[in-house]
């Protein structure tokens, strides 16, 4: 499909805009505050790079033999949500949503041009992102910890503070959005900030 590409998301000259819920964040705080509106900008880029496009245009598959696609990071991102935050930091049973043993890449394999599958999808993202939102709202301090003995959240097989986890979503969101960039602008030409 060709595309045009067009200017910022917000903006035609790619400045900051108010229009952008991103721009005019606390400035200078605590430690938490800097970390966790980090984090929460990165998780409105997700929202807002997806933003007006139909099933069709969230499932679209980026290159072969890629299966990435928009749809299918939105659904990663809850299991990373998920697995982080209930899973280790909060000690939950927090089955998996959309992957399996027999299914590793399922967040990706199934993410499919279907309406309902986009709802399920940001249902369980903004489930996960609320859920972590509070824990970290009501944790007494950033050097709490969990065990991750199988080096499934970047520990090297041992403890992690929510300091650290905050750090690592951050990282994973910050490496996902190159992703979600390219997608959107194969999608319809939209470049963002």
Known sequence: MATTRRADMFTADGKPSD???RENRPRLG?????LVESL???RLTLELKCSGLDAEAMAQRSVE???MSLLGLVRHLAEIERSTFRGMMAG?????????EADRDGDFNGAVPDPQVVAQAW???HAEVDFATRFVAEAPSL??????????????????SLREVLVGMIEEYARH????DLLRERIDGRLGQ
């Open 177 to 180: 959005m190159g992703h979600v």
């Open 123 to 125: 249902d369980a993202w």
């Open 30 to 34: 605590d430690e938490r505050t800097t």
């Open 65 to 67: 033999p890629s299966t």
């Open 143 to 160: 050097d709490i910890t969990s065990d991750d003995p199988l080096n499934q959240h970047g520990s090297g097989g041992g403890a992690m």
């Open 19 to 21: 229009d952008d819920p």
């Open 92 to 100: 939950q049973d927090a089955p998996r949503l959309f992957t399996s």
């Open 40 to 42: 929460r900008g990165q």
